[in-house]
C-alpha cells in the first residue's frame, strides 16, 4: 500500500501544477492585451508559462509510461494533460500572432474574448485541484457546468466578432490577422471546455 501512495500524489501534483500554469497563461494573455505597452513583458511571460507546461507534460507522460497504478484511467489522463497545455498553446500563438502583425492595440471584441477565456481558466483551476477527493463530486459538477456556459458565451462573441470584422474592415490583410487572432482565443475557451468533459467522464468511472 505504501508504494502505491506516491504514484497517486505525483498523478495529482502534476494536474495541479498543468492547470495552475494555465490559468496564469490566461491571466497574462488578458494583462497583455489590455495593457499593449507593456506587449513584449507580457508575452515573455506568456512564452517561459508555454515552455513550463511543456515540461510538465513531458514529465507526466513520462511518469505515465513508468506507471502500472495509477489514480484512474491512463486515457484520461493523458487527455486531461494535453487539453489543459492545449489552452496554453493557443494562448501562446495568439499572443504571438500582435508581434508578426505588427498589431499594437486590441479591438473590443478580442479584449470580451479574454476576459471570457481568464474566467474559464480560473474555474479549471479550482475544479482540477478537487480529483484528489471525488467523494463528493457536486462541487466539482457545478464548476465543470461552468465551463459549458461560458464556452456558449465565448461563442456568441467569437460570432459576433467575426461578422463585424467582415461588415467594417476594408482591409482584407486586416482581416485575415485579426480572424487568426480571434480563432486563437476561442480555440483556447472551447479547449478548457474539453476539459470539462474529460474531467465529467473521470467522474462518472470513478464515482
Known amino acids: 500500500m505504501f508504494s502505491l501512495i506516491p504514484r497517486d500524489v505525483a498523478f495529482y501534483v502534476f494536474f495541479d501544477k498543468a492547470s495552475a500554469t494555465m490559468s496564469e497563461a490566461t491571466q497574462a494573455y488578458h494583462d497583455m492585451v489590455n495593457d499593449m505597452a507593456n506587449y513584449p513583458r507580457r508575452l515573455e511571460r506568456i512564452r517561459q508559462l508555454e515552455h513550463e507546461g511543456d515540461d510538465n507534460v ?85 464548476l465543470l457546468l461552468q465551463l459549458h456556459t461560458l464556452e456558449k458565451e465565448g461563442d456568441d462573441h467569437h460570432h459576433s466578432a467575426i461578422a463585424d470584422l467582415y461588415d467594417t474592415s476594408p482591409d482584407f490583410a486586416a482581416v485575415m490577422k485579426w480572424k487568426e487572432i480571434y480563432d486563437l482565443t476561442e480555440k483556447a475557451i472551447d479547449r478548457c471546455e474539453d476539459i470539462a468533459n474529460v474531467m465529467h467522464g473521470i467522474i462518472l468511472k470513478n464515482t
Open 58 to 142: 513531458r514529465n507526466a507522460l513520462a511518469k505515465l509510461d513508468r506507471s502500472f497504478i495509477t489514480p484512474f484511467d491512463r486515457d484520461d489522463i493523458y487527455r486531461l494533460m494535453k487539453r489543459v497545455d492545449d489552452v496554453v498553446d493557443c494562448v501562446d500563438a495568439a499572443a504571438k500572432r500582435f508581434q508578426y502583425y505588427r498589431i499594437t492595440k486590441a479591438t473590443p471584441w478580442l479584449l470580451k474574448q479574454c476576459d471570457v477565456l481568464l474566467r474559464s481558466g480560473q474555474v479549471v483551476a479550482k475544479a482540477v485541484p478537487m480529483l484528489r477527493n471525488m467523494k463528493r463530486p457536486e462541487a466539482m459538477r457545478q
